[in-house]
């Protein structure tokens, strides 16, 4: 299994970005997959996740301003960050994550998100 992060860069205050997370060697339609970020200096924290079932949930601090989606013939998921803030500067990661949210794996190695004031 295999899942790799593309789309991140550098964005000003209020701009938008779509993130992409490419799978291989699994379908998506029977995982449940998570959009993670490290901010620098901080632990990785859960962004959004989107399950086998389409359900999806959001962190607070991006409710309202983020859109997780996925395209089965792709089998890739997406992540819509619109309004983007400095402090959702980060590394973006995606995995899979158990029923609970809880990440089980593999890491890629991220996608930077820079936004700039």
């Known amino acids: 299994v295999q899942l790799v992060e593309s789309g991140g860069g550098l964005v000003q205050a209020g701009g938008s970005l779509r993130l992409s997370c490419a799978a291989s060697?699994?379908?998506?339609?029977?995982?449940?997959i998570g959009w993670y970020r490290q901010p620098p200096g901080k632990q990785r924290e859960l962004v959004a996740r989107?399950?086998?079932?389409?359900?999806?949930n959001y962190r607070d601090s991006v409710q309202g301003r983020c859109i997780i989606s996925r395209d089965n013939a792709k089998n890739t998921v997406y992540l819509q960050m619109n309004s983007l803030k400095p402090e959702d500067t980060a590394v973006y990661y995606c995995?899979?994550?158990?029923?609970?949210?809880?990440?089980?794996?593999?890491w890629g190695q991220g996608t930077q998100v820079t936004v700039s004031s």
């Open positions: 989107i399950t086998s079932g389409g359900r999806t």
């Open positions: 995995t899979l994550t158990s029923a609970f949210g809880i990440p089980q794996g593999p």
């Open positions: 060697g699994t379908s998506i339609m029977i995982n449940n």
